[in-house]
């Protein structure tokens, strides 16, 4: 029988680098079991975390200002115009380049607007996603 201390997930003392330490990482992973970008399903312990608040930015690095983003979503939120911002700690709110919100949340993704019809001089979408 194995005995594990109990993880309060609400615990947040920041530190005071870039690089996540391993008791931030886990209670992230805890909280958020897949990459929080709209509909991907890859678990967290497969994801980079990335600072909701960038850390050159004054963003602390604990567990409320981290999120689990694979590595090709957190690159299209860092190289392209996908942003979110963190509602509540396991809630984000995500704006894709076209203007539409999507939150992701423990329950999965959920559209808030629905898709427009695009114009005939409309570009065509980008799949960077």
């Not at 890859?42 to 990335?50: E, H, N």
């Not at 808030?112 to 960077?128: G, H, N, S, Y």
């Amino acid at each position: 029988m194995v005995v594990r201390p109990v993880v309060d997930l609400a615990y947040c003392v920041p530190v005071d680098s870039w690089e996540i330490p391993d008791r931030h990482r886990q209670r992230v992973q805890l909280r958020d079991h897949t990459c929080r970008f709209p509909g991907c399903t890859r678990r967290s312990t497969r994801c980079d975390l990335d600072h909701a608040i960038e850390h050159d930015r004054g963003g602390p690095t604990c567990p409320c200002n981290l999120v689990p983003l694979c590595r090709r979503h957190h690159r299209a939120k860092t190289f392209s115009l996908w942003r979110y911002v963190t509602v509540q700690p396991g809630h984000y709110l995500w704006l894709s380049p076209h203007g539409r919100h999507f939150h992701v949340g423990p329950r999965g993704t959920r559209a808030l607007d629905p898709p427009r019809r695009p114009a005939p001089d409309d570009p065509p979408p980008d799949d960077t996603a």
